[in-house]
């Protein structure tokens, strides 16, 4: 291969490790560079004191995106990964003590709708029915098509206007059922790609069908082995990964990438250079002003962005064989605390959490009678000026004490590893400008064609994966995003 065109990946997230993949079976050289100590990106795992964290996605769903990569190898995922699924997908709590599942399971689903809120069973099947409809156009059809043109958001336009895209999600949802608490069960999935259900555009609504299309799954050996069977595939194919290797500068010339610029004064030519770094801060950041027409600072500069977080990772010393692996706890507010998060941009003084608990799938993730955790709570992103080095430790206890007074009692007491990642290590550490968790709010007008292209409309032989760009956040849409390449960026012996 060392004729070949060479390609150059920033970052090593999963749409970095997945476009190394699919450019090293088209026929390229790939050198993948990592300015952290290890690969994942988003998905980074932390290991201290026996415990290993997640620090990113914590579910599979669309596992197919997975297999076609170890296939792209000539290896078989099953055999290498145990994806074990978890039920139920998740288990909400209300503030005032109701729970209700999130099953993937039609019949089961049915009768916890109707447990929970009788009156709306049909209208829970007409929405399924609805979520499966945008899932065929949205997701089978649309999820690896690049949008290069107005005019191809035009073509599909009529089809996204027959599936009602001009709702929000919680808008749709609301047109089928009443009950207010199956509204946001139905609806708190656009959180987790960093969307607001009361503005994300209602083909987000797919994800319900894709969560019982194909369950809610987890590896064995946690997300980590997902990204290290990646990595294994790259090296076995002749690919090279560089940790520590911070990328300063998208070199162009002529308007067209020639390679990059490490914060090392170390060049690197690439014929082609491929961005897993945060869609914003790549544009704004590291291709120089006088190289981009379309994405110009004040463009990027008014982007909406989506929230960030707040995660707390801790173990315990003891286990809680009742929490269930996905926890969500909604606090009083719904739409008035998305509101602050998003629109007002203040640091509310309630919240509502996502609980990890991955030990409750693969206890190996902690040391004998303990148990690993992650909370996250939504927060806005460094534009309302919170100041986290004073927020975090106050914040923090804040969760702790909700946790301990809900579903982990004497947590205080039992606590044996804690860490914090606050919206300042989003963009000191991830370079997501911002602080932003999930690049642009997936609104309409930030949706497909109005997101920064996977193919750079403003440098040739520049091109962009992960959640910043088409199709969006999520492990499926950052493979989705990879998966675009193979229609956009030639085959080696063509370049």
Partial sequence: ??????????????GGLAAAVRLLARGYRVSVLERR????????????????????????????LLEELW???????????????VTPCYAIRFHDGQWIDFLDDDEAMTAEVRRASPADVDGFRRYMAMSERIFKVGFEGLSDVPFASLGSMLRIAPSMVRLESYRTVYGLVSRFVRDEKLRQVLSFHTLLVGGNPFTTTAIYALISHVEKKWGVSYPKGGIGALVDGLVAIIRQLGGE??????VAEI???????????????ERIAADVVVSNADAAWTYRHLVAASARRRW?????????????????????????????????LMGSRYRGLLDDIFDRQVLADDFSLYLHRPTATDPSLAPAGHDAFYVLSPVPHLGAGIDWSRTAEPYRRRIEQTLASTVLPDLESNLAFSSCFTPQQFMDELLSLQGAAFGPQPILLQSAYFRPHNKSEDVA????????????????????????????LPAARDL
């Fill in 1 to 14: 291969m060392n004729g070949a065109p060479h390609a150059v990946v920033i970052g090593s997230g999963f």
């Fill in 37 to 64: 100590d290890g690969p994942g990106g988003r998905a980074y795992v932390l290991r201290r004191d026996g415990f290993s964290f997640d620090c990113g996605p914590t579910v599979v769903t669309a596992p197919f």
């Fill in 71 to 85: 296939a792209l190898a000539g290896r078989r995922f099953g055999d290498e990964v145990e994806l074990r699924q």
């Fill in 241 to 246: 990964i560089r940790f520590c290797a911070d």
């Fill in 251 to 265: 070199e162009v010339t002529g308007g067209r990438a020639q390679g990059v610029r490490l914060a090392s004064g």
């Fill in 296 to 328: 110009t600072d004040r463009r990027v500069e008014r982007m909406r962005h989506s929230m960030s977080l707040f995660v707390w990772y801790f173990g315990t010393r003891r286990t809680y064989p009742d929490v269930k692996h996905h926890t969500i």
């Fill in 461 to 488: 032989r520049l091109f962009l994966v992960g959640a910043g760009t088409h199709p969006g956040a999520g492990l499926p849409g950052v493979l989705s995003s990879a998966k675009v390449l193979d229609r956009v």
